[in-house]
Every structure is written in C-alpha cells, then in structure tokens.
C-alpha cells in the first residue's frame, strides 16, 4: 500500500469513519431508491486504465432468468459472454446436476414442513412422511452421493478446475452424509431440527453448484475493482437478496474466465461496500451493509458495518483486516420472523387441540385464534386465498408501505400456525415504495411484489395453484405444495395495462379462477393450457372494477357470479346495486336488491364471501354503529333478493372505522366457518348463525 492510500485510509477510519460507524451501527436505514427504466438494476461496472470494462451483478428485468449475467466492453461494445463461459467450462455440467439437487432439496423441506405443521398424529404423520417426504430424500441422498462420486471420476482436468471439483466433493459429501442421517428420521418422524437440517443440506449442495459454475452466483450491490499489477478485476460479496455472502472471485479479462478464490478467513458477508486499488497487488474496501431484521413500521431494513478497512492480497489469496474475520463462502440470513425457522419455534403443532377449540367457539363472535409466531412485517391493501385442497389461507400481500417481499404466507387451518416458505428477500431501495417495484424474476424466479396487491391473486382449484396477475405483462404461478414460484406465462391484451394490480379482481370459481378487468372484461383461467382466455358476455353491460371500491364473489347455488361497484372515492356512495353474470350462458343482469337505498351506508365493498350452508353473501365491513357500541354487518340474500344486516360482536377484523384495506376474509365450507387475516397477520374465525345473529333487511 502506498503511503499517501495508506493515510488517506487511517484519516478516513480514525477521522470520520469509527465515530460515525459507532452510532451508525445502531441505526437502521432504508437504501436509496434505484432507476426501475434501466433493464438492468442493482449491478456493477468497473473499467480498466486501457478501457477495457467488465459488468457483473444485479437484476436483468427482461430476462427469462433473473440475474444479469457477464458483460465485456472492448472496443467500445459491449458483448454478453455468460454462454461462452459456460461451454468453456469443463465443469458446467456437474454444476448444473447440483443446482437441480438442490432445487429437489427445497421441495422436499417444503414436504417436510407441510407434515410438521399438519399436527397429526405419530402414526398418520409416519404414513404422510412415507409418502410424500421419506422416498424423495432417500432418493435426493443417493443422487448427491451419486454426483461426488463421478466428479471425482471425472477426466483429467487442469489445475484451478480440479480445485474447484475437490471443493464441491467436499460440500456434496457433507451433505449427502446429512441427507443420508435425515433418511432414517424421517422414516419415523419429521421435528424442527430435521427441516433446519434439510435447509443445511439445500445450502451444502448451493455451495457445492457455485464453485462448478462458471460464473460466481448472482448477487446484487457488490462493486468490482481493477488491480492493476495483476490486470484482475475482484468481486468480493454481495445481497443474493434472501442472504449476503462473503465468496471472492477475480476475473481474467484478457482469458474471458473467472476464477473463485478460496482464502481461509475472510471479511463477513455484506454488500455495497467501497473498494479502493493499491497499485500494488492488493485491494481494499471499507463499509458495506448486514441486515437489520427490522420490524418497525416502515423501518429501515440495513446497517452499516464499521469494521474496515480490510485488504485482499491477490497472489496471497489471503485477507487482512481489523475486524473479526470469518470463514470464507458464508451466509448472513435475515433473523427473526423473516427466516422460515422462527415458525418452527416452541412446540409441535397440535391439530386435535385446535380443532376442539374451533368447535366451542360461540356463533356470531368475531374470534382471534392467536397463533404462536406471526409474521412481519405489517401485509397492507391485500386479501387473501383459500387453498380448499392443502386446507391453507395464501397470504401474498403488501407493497406501499408495508412488506414488499417474494414470499407467500401459509397459514394452517387445521393447526393455527404461519409458515414461511423460504428466507425473505426485499427489493433494495425500493421497500415501502407506493408503485416502484422492480418487474420480472429476481435471483430465485420469483416474483416481486406490486405496490398493493387488492384482489389480483387468487387460488385456481383446477391448477391447484396460486396465480398472481399484478404486473402487467405476465402473470405468476405459486405451487404451495413446493412453497414457491414455478412459472409464468403472457397475459392476454386485456388483462395487460398499466398499474393493472389495483383493479384485477380475481374470483374462484369451480369452472376456473375467473378475472375482472377495469374495462369490464372477465377472463377465464384455463388451467390445461396455462392460459387466460376472455369470455364474451351478452346482456347487461358490465362495468369495470374499480380500485378499492369493488369485487365479485361467486354465487355457488345459482352458478353465477355476483359484481358489486362504487365509484371511487369518499364522495361516491354505493347504490347498492349489483350485477350478476351466470357463468353457463354467460349472460349479464342487473339486479336492484330490496334494501339497496340503506346499501350506502356499507363502507367498504372489496371483501365480500359466500357462506353456502346459509346461503348468504357475507360482507367484509361494519356498518356504522348509530350510537351503539356494536356494529351491525351487511349481507346480500340470494334467494329474497335483498340486502339484510346481523349482529356480530366480537374481535371485529374491520377494525374500528369499520373499514380495513388489508382484510383477506374466506369461508371455509369444509369447517363452516369464516376466517379473516388482517394487516399484522392476526387471524379471525366466526361462525355464523343469522337466525340468532337478529337478520333483518336493511332500512
């Protein structure tokens, strides 16, 4: 290091830097918002003195994949080369076979949980276990002893790839002895530690595909820096997003190739960090950001890490530093209610036991059914999806000041537990934004979220999946069988316009999940062929949904959908009105209910669930209360025609105004039973009785 470097760098730390870093490391910040219009974000570029440039890192969102891949500038173009290295690379193939392990890994954890949260009994979870869970880890455990095993017997290979292969044997023979030891527990039985450990095996075997990869594994906020001497360009760490890594890589430029480095200890994992050239040999950063697991209202999500600076010495291949060091291809994970192992915490979940509680529950009593472990953060403008075939509530909601992840929320209806799927991910700088959230697959090919989601989700019973259709060219698949993301495909002309995720109105019906559009246009869902395909109404005009202010529930009895609608805003007052479409001749009428006058007083028209037993349109919404201290509840009467109201008392999931943009209420025909979820994840039961519950028609 230069003398005049190495003061500039202790006048920064022992100036400015160390005092700054002391308080800052108790302090959380929100990063600053990215330009969403660049296809590429959250990447790095660094050039060379001879011009000669490189990019690697962020996310590409017009790719089919999700992470950008790398780039050369020479001669002024640049030139994508991520294929080239991939048939270069002698080890692509093993590599590709590990990421697939490891994705089968992921699913059978999914498995796993799914019978852990189940709460069944010893002997009905060892016949679930035998079923769904047992033979694919038995299989995944001889498949990854299978690759160690012809990776090592793979040809002669030149130095830096043979080091490379040893690496990953040692990572895949950790884990298949792991996967193997799991084998024999979950033959008997599936705990918390079983699924931790299955996570283990996932990461062991992630670990193992990236040092068989061409490429490092994608990231994001991690800057690149030239060393001159070496005519290398270093990466060092970087935000995968749901995690933060510590790896460190140098690229060859003039060979077109990466090489990952493999020192003992090395700095522990951030992003956004600042690097700076000696000029001779080495590299240094100082700061850089860990994770901050914050769960204050719109808290920031970041903090700064003060402990440089550090110094990698590139022919030494060794780290130096000030700080404590830790052991090189780390991970840092989000803690608390945005890793899956929270909810595993404390006992096994008791299915019997919840069950016998929802049976003595009173009738027309809004009940919090208080599980355990809730999620965070607050899940704003959303509803919810009854899964009828998993007995699951699917909770994708969020965006404008709320959560804004890529995770799915399982909530068990047999057991009262929240699952998580997968470690949360957030979409840097662009966390609580109102409508700025970034398009397409990130790191995983999974979806972000949209500024609000209202009502464009929905359950399919015939796909036996969740479809999200929020963003405005494709929509999503969610299997919660395998807790993630599968697929996507293009929406139809219709259903695509700009800012589509507040009017989308998703409704499930037994001939496929059906879709409302701002136009008035309603789509079907074919779940044979994976597509959105328009149904041409005849009759009344339908109008189109409108944000906030609208939805369709579906008429089981009758086998037609019901469609009610305000205009937006406060001023506007609901007429009452509504519109029914029978889904068999596809014929629109407009109804005008007896009572539909008094309609007006119903403060909110986007939650409205169909209880079959009573045949009974339930809103989701209370009345204002006319001096009483309980407020009444609107419902529609199919068979009368008229718009009636109960009393229901209770924990009110309407909130105190009567009025709750983050409701997601469900019937559940199976139990008979309404649930409700709110905002902070509570979750509320009610049996309804309307005889007792003072039906009367509203006036």
């Known amino acids: 290091m230069s003398p005049a470097l190495q003061r500039a760098l202790t006048g ?27 296809p590429v974000i959250w990447g790095s570029t660094c050039e060379a003195p001879d011009g000669t440039a490189m990019s690697f890192g962020g996310q590409d969102q017009h790719s089919e994949e999700g992470p950008a891949h790398t780039r050369i500038r020479q001669g002024g173009t640049w030139q994508r080369i991520d294929r080239e290295l991939r048939d270069k690379n002698a080890l692509q193939g093993f590599g590709d076979r590990a990421r697939s392990l490891a994705r089968d890994q992921k699913d059978t954890a999914a498995y796993g949980r799914a019978a852990y949260f189940a709460g069944l009994t010893a002997a009905d979870e060892r016949r679930l276990l035998e079923a769904a869970v047992h033979p694919r880890q038995e299989k995944l455990a001889g498949a990854v002893s299978i690759l160690a095993r012809e990776l090592r017997g793979a040809p002669a290979m030149e130095a830096y790839e043979a080091g490379q292969a040893q690496a990953a044997c040692a990572y895949l023979d950790a884990a298949a002895a792991q996967a193997r030891s799991l084998v024999d527990t979950l033959a008997v039985r599936v705990d918390a530690d079983a699924i931790k450990q299955m996570g283990q095996v996932q990461s062991a075997i992630e670990k193992a595909a990236e040092a068989l990869d061409a490429e490092p594994p994608a990231r994001a906020l991690s800057p690149i820096v030239y060393e001159p001497r070496s005519r290398l360009f270093v990466l060092f760490g970087g935000d995968h997003l749901d995690h933060l890594t510590n790896d460190t890589w140098v690229f060859d430029a003039a060979r077109q190739r990466w090489m990952q480095r493999r020192p003992l200890i090395a700095p522990p994992p951030r992003a956004n960090h600042v690097w700076t050239s000696a000029q001779d040999g080495k590299v240094i950063f100082v700061g850089g950001y860990t994770y901050a697991s914050n769960t204050d209202y719109c808290g920031g999500q970041y903090r700064d890490i003060a402990d440089g600076p550090w110094t990698y010495d590139i022919a030494g291949n060794t780290w130096s530093g000030g ?49 355990p472990h809730l999620p965070r953060l607050n899940r704003d403008w959303g509803t919810a999806a009854l899964d009828i075939d998993r007995d699951l509530i699917l909770r994708f909601s969020g965006g404008h000041s709320a959560h804004g992840g890529t995770d799915v929320l399982h909530y068990h209806l047999a057991t009262n537990r929240w699952e998580l799927p997968f470690p949360v991910e957030f979409p840097l700088g662009q966390l609580y934004a109102n409508t700025s959230y970034p398009d397409g697959y ?17 359950y399919d019973a015939l796909a036996r999946r969740m479809i999200f259709t929020g963003r405005p060219r494709h929509f999503y698949i969610y299997d919660p069988d395998v807790g993630d993301w599968t697929g996507r495909g293009l929406k139809p002309e219709g259903m695509s316009y700009p800012e589509c995720f507040y009017t989308l109105t998703l409704c499930a019906t037994p001939q496929g999940t059906i879709a409302w559009t701002a136009r008035g246009g309603i789509f079907r869902f074919d779940a044979g062929a994976g597509q959105w395909r328009e149904l041409k109404t005849t009759g009344v005009k339908l109008p189109g949904a409108v944000v906030d202010n609208s939805t369709l529930v579906y008429d089981a009895k009758r086998r037609r959908l019901l469609f009610a609608r305000k205009e937006y805003g406060d001023t506007y007052k ?46 989701g919404a209370t009345l204002p209360r006319d001096g009483s201290t309980t407020g009444r509840t609107a419902a529609y009467d199919g068979v009368a025609n008229r718009w009636v109201s109960m009393l229901l008392v209770g924990d009110d999931p309407n909130g105190k105004s009567g009025r709750n943009v983050s409701l997601g209420l469900m019937y559940d025909a199976r139990r008979r039973l309404f649930w409700a979820v709110d905002t902070d994840s509570k979750v509320y039961v009610l049996r309804l009785d309307p005889v007792s519950a003072q039906i009367r028609q509203m006036q």
């Not at 830097?17 to 660049?38: C, G, N, V």
């Not at 479409?581 to 209910?593: F, G, I, K, S």
Request: contains cysteine; proline residues 7%.
């Open 12 to 38: 920064l730390l022992l100036g400015a830097l160390l005092p700054a870093a002391l308080a800052q490391q108790q302090r959380s910040y929100r990063l600053p918002e990215t330009d969403l219009k660049q």
């Open 574 to 619: 609901y007429d009452g009105k509504l519109y029914a479409l029978d889904l068999q001749r596809l014929n629109v009428t407009a109804l005008t209910p007896d009572g539909h006058a008094a309609a007006a007083t119903i403060p909110y028209l986007c939650q409205i669930g169909y209880d079959v037993a009573n045949d009974l349109m339930l809103v």
């Open 442 to 458: 990130n790191f995983n090919r999974r979806p972000w979220i949209t500024g609000h989601t209202y009502q464009n989700y929905g």
């Open 323 to 371: 700080g404590q060091a830790a052991p090189g291809d780390s991970r840092t994970y989000r803690t608390g209610p945005f890793h899956p192992d929270y909810y595993l915490e404390g006992r096994k979940a008791d299915a019997a036991a919840f069950q016998k509680w929802l049976t003595s529950i009173p009738v027309n009593t809004w009940m919090l059914t208080r599980p």
